[in-house]
Nanobody, 128 residues
């Protein structure tokens, strides 16, 4: 089975930037719908950005204009560029893949249970 591995997390000050990477062991995992999830301490995991097979993207209101999701197929890698970071962005970040090409309509991309492949997570801490 394909695997996903996140990297790039760390500690930054408010207003700083980080770029998260999610390396897939197989292209089959990267070519489908993929998303980044955010799980703050003591809270549930929620999607913040997703990208479909065509490269279309969608973002949660909380990160719109600050985060950018992208994919580099030649490297089997998903990215999340995070700018203007805020303390409330502090969370564990997970990448996930869904066995569908199209997922941005309605609330499909938000449905945690539809993602069948997950990374182990990378911690992002933003200090004020």
């Amino acid at each position: 089975q394909a695997q996903l591995e996140e990297s790039g997390g760390g500690s930054v000050q408010s207003g700083g930037s980080l770029r998260l990477s999610c390396a897939a062991s197989e292209y089959s995992a990267v070519r489908n719908c993929m998303a980044w999830f955010q799980q703050p301490p003591g809270k549930s995991r929620e999607a913040v950005a997703a990208i479909d097979s065509a490269g279309s993207t969608i973002y949660a209101d909380s990160v719109k204009g600050r985060f950018t999701i992208s994919r580099e197929n030649t490297k089997n890698t998903l990215y999340l560029q995070m700018n203007s970071l805020k303390p409330e962005d502090t969370a564990m970040y997970y990448c996930a893949s869904m066995a569908r090409s199209w997922c941005l309509a309605g609330s499909t991309w938000l449905a945690t249970y539809l993602y069948d492949l997950w990374g182990q997570g990378t911690q992002v801490t933003v200090s004020s």
